[in-house]
């Protein structure tokens, strides 16, 4: 029995004394896997422009002035044809002049260039001016004015100078004017070449100038006549339709320079 007791005891004591191991505890090492979310950008919508629609200009109100043009603009190229002046000036004179066909000489007597009476026989109408009461032309109807606009501008040799010019230069034949004594106003070529040029009176020129181009393109000459009027000179003639007075009088067997009323002359013919 003290035998088993001393074993036991050796036993424990050799359990005792033996390397003691300590016990390890893993840890396990948890991964966190940390999984990139690769955002990608999403096309941006662009917002689809509209097309751009062409601005309009809002259109200009019609005035008197238009009116006036759209009267008086034919009868302004007739005499461009045969007298040589530009139909811009013709028309920026008239609207200047005739306050657009509202003045009183416009109205009451047809005259829509101020023309003074100057040795005229005609008709007439006083008026204040640049003097009190001056005496003005009287005309039946305003395409005699504007006929008779061309005669006084033909039939006088200060504004010659005048047709030398090109007939589409209406700055210089406004400068022209003023500088010939047409008007005492320092700012008359100005006001002729604003009126021109804002209501674009130019291409009334253009429009007579193309026909007489594509007339000489065919070579087409025209048969010119005139009936003689009061005022009228061989003078004021060759003026008016570019030839000589010794041409007009060989056409007509003219032995002298005298004309009389309501006799038709022949001045150019095919």
Not at 138 to 164: E, I, N, V
Not at 211 to 240: F, P, Q
Request: proline share 3%; net charge positive.
């Amino acid at each position: 029995m003290k035998k088993r007791i001393l074993l036991i005891i050796l036993s424990s004591f050799v359990l005792a004394c033996g390397p003691k191991k300590g016990i390890v505890t893993k840890k396990e090492k948890t991964k966190k896997e940390t999984k990139e979310v690769v955002v990608k950008d999403e096309p941006k919508e662009t917002p689809t422009e509209k097309p751009s629609e062409p601005i309009e200009k809002p259109s200009r109100k019609r005035t008197s002035v238009d009116t006036y043009i759209d009267t008086f603009a034919d009868i302004a190229m007739t005499e461009m044809r045969t007298s040589k002046i530009p139909a811009s000036i013709t028309l920026a004179q008239g609207i200047l002049e005739s306050g657009s066909g509202n003045g009183r000489l416009a109205k009451e007597a047809n005259n829509h260039f101020g023309i003074k009476c100057h040795g005229w026989k005609g008709s007439k109408i006083y008026h204040d001016d640049d003097r009190s009461q001056e005496c003005f032309r009287k005309y039946k109807a305003a395409s005699t004015s504007y006929k008779d606009h061309s005669d006084f501008l033909t039939g006088r040799k200060r504004y010659a100078s005048l047709f030398k010019l090109k007939p589409n230069d209406y700055k210089s034949w406004a400068r022209g004017l003023r500088a010939a004594g047409y008007a005492t106003d320092r700012k008359y070529p100005q006001k002729l070449i604003s009126l021109i040029e804002r209501y674009e009176l130019y291409k009334y020129d253009k429009q007579v100038l193309g026909n007489t181009k594509r007339k000489n393109k065919n070579k087409a000459t025209e048969s010119i006549s005139h009936t003689v009027i009061k005022g009228d000179t061989l003078y004021s003639l060759s003026r008016r339709y570019s030839v000589t007075v010794d041409a007009i009088k060989q056409k007509n067997s003219l032995t002298s320079n005298d004309l009389t009323i309501g006799q038709v002359l022949i001045i150019k013919s095919e």
